[in-house]
């Protein structure tokens, strides 16, 4: 009879075990802590004053280096810490490194890996020599799917030549879809953004531009929390302009700064993060989210004269959850 016991046992505790696996936390309710990212490569005087009136935000990311390696040879244009004004902010700040496409896979190419590895040491090293306490080095990089895999090996060594700071990194909702190896990949890093907005041109003026799709983007944040790790989710706050030819065909794009005018016979479409949207996002989690989204991270802060991006009130507005009347300046 006992070993009868044991060898039921020994069938049903597996059985148990995968259903806690498998069941869903209760979903928690409250205000999301809010960041949001300094985007811009120069720290100019109105940068400076944006983030001295970011008093309600709990961190900020900023551009700290991007690379490209589409030509052959690494392309990088590093953004110093402006540590005065980092540390006038007195809250954590974090930096980021953003790559552009790359062709190959880094395992095949050590080169382009301790060219990576280096470069977050550079970044780790210059925050420690001015005295700022690195909250997270952020990759953003939009991986092919077909690749996590190899994405995954080169964060793991990003994120030893990181450390202490933790390595982070920006996710694409397409990731999802690759279980395995999505799950591998937010296992070798310290936590990741998941963004559910992106810029992507139109092929011709008469389609449709659509920097976020509220429905996709609350399935995504579900979806992403059942792989039980605590993510951030990026949400707009941008426009961009999209000029096209007499043809119909792309020209231009233009996605910060002061707006442009275009030659006659250009049509020019601009796309704007809507205001309303996001609040509704941001109260719909406020009231209810899973345990897993920790926090929203704004992509950009705003500055005075990139008129392609909301004003402070507005952005104020949104983060209460409340839509503003006007979500872009005038022009």
């Not at 109105?46 to 991007?66: H, K, W």
């Not at 310290?190 to 992507?200: A, F, I, M, N």
């Amino acid at each position: 009879m006992k070993r009868t016991r044991s060898k039921l046992a020994a069938l049903i505790l597996p059985v148990l075990l995968a259903f806690a696996a498998c069941r869903e936390e209760p979903p928690v309710h409250g205000p999301l802590r809010q960041e949001a990212y300094v985007w811009q490569r120069e720290w100019s005087p109105a940068v400076r004053d944006s983030i001295a009136q970011a008093r309600d935000l709990a961190s900020l990311v900023v551009l700290a280096a991007e690379i490209d390696f589409r030509q052959g040879a690494p392309r990088t244009i590093r953004v110093p810490l402006d540590a005065e004004a980092l540390k006038g902010f007195g809250r954590p700040v974090g930096a980021a490194v953003r790559v552009h496409t790359f062709p190959g896979r880094f395992g095949d190419d050590p080169k382009r890996a301790r060219y990576l590895q280096d470069l977050v040491r550079d970044v780790a090293a210059e925050a420690r020599a001015k005295g700022l306490a690195l909250a997270e080095v952020q990759m953003d990089y939009d991986c092919p799917e077909s690749k996590l895999e190899d994405y995954r090996d080169l964060l793991v060594s990003l994120r030893q030549v990181a450390a202490p700071v933790p390595l982070t990194v920006t996710a694409l909702p397409a990731w999802l879809r690759g279980r395995r190896a999505f799950r591998n990949l937010i296992e070798a890093v310290d936590g990741y953004v998941l963004q559910v907005h992106s810029l992507e041109p139109p092929e011709s003026s008469g389609q449709e531009i659509v920097l976020i799709e509220p429905r996709a983007a609350r399935v995504w944040v579900e979806d992403a929390a059942r792989f039980g790790r605590p993510f951030r989710v990026a949400l707009p706050t941008y426009g961009y302009q999209a000029a096209f030819d007499a043809k119909g065909q792309l020209i231009g794009l233009l996605g910060e700064g002061p707006l442009v005018s275009f030659a006659e016979g250009v049509t020019v479409r601009t796309a704007r993060s809507d205001p309303k949207a996001m609040a509704e996002l941001v109260r719909g989690w406020t009231r209810s989210r899973p345990r897993e989204l920790a926090g929203l991270i704004w992509y950009r802060l705003p500055v005075e004269g990139d008129h392609l991006n909301w004003s402070w009130s507005t952005l104020r507005a949104v983060m209460a959850g409340r839509a503003p009347q006007g979500g872009l300046r005038p022009g």
